[in-house]
Nanobody, 125 residues
């Protein structure tokens, strides 16, 4: 059974930082690109960041570029999202996901086929 479990969410003031983790188990994740998405209340799930299977390539949404950094540790089957300079607009449930195709850094939800349950990030002004 494939499983992704996010952690690290919480309440933070604007300008603060959080580090999200996503631990994978049950299936092969180390050979696949991984992504982070987020969903604010009443809005559609949107792309945040993606990383290649090796960690050598990353891609970010314009809204988080320069503030968020995605990384991975394949030895630990874990991906991370370091979020700095947080803004109230970053408030959302954050999800990690595994790409359907190992080497594709997708930006749409349909390009991912395994999802975690999400972790809430709330940024107060």
């Amino acid at each position: 059974q494939a499983q992704l479990v996010e952690s690290g969410g919480g309440l933070v003031q604007a300008g603060g930082s959080l580090r999200l983790s996503c631990a994978a188990s049950g299936r092969t994740f180390t050979n696949y690109a991984m992504g982070w998405f987020r969903q604010a209340a009443g809005k559609e799930r949107e792309f945040v960041a993606a990383i290649s299977w090796s960690g050598s390539s990353t891609y970010y949404a314009d809204s988080v570029k320069g503030r968020f950094t995605m990384s991975r540790d394949n030895a630990k089957n874990t991906v991370y999202l370091q979020m700095n300079s947080l803004e109230p607009e970053d408030t959302a449930v954050y999800y990690c996901a595994r790409s359907r195709i190992s080497r594709i850094l997708g930006v749409t939800t349909t390009e991912y086929n395994y999802w975690g349950q999400g972790t809430q990030v709330t940024v107060s002004s």
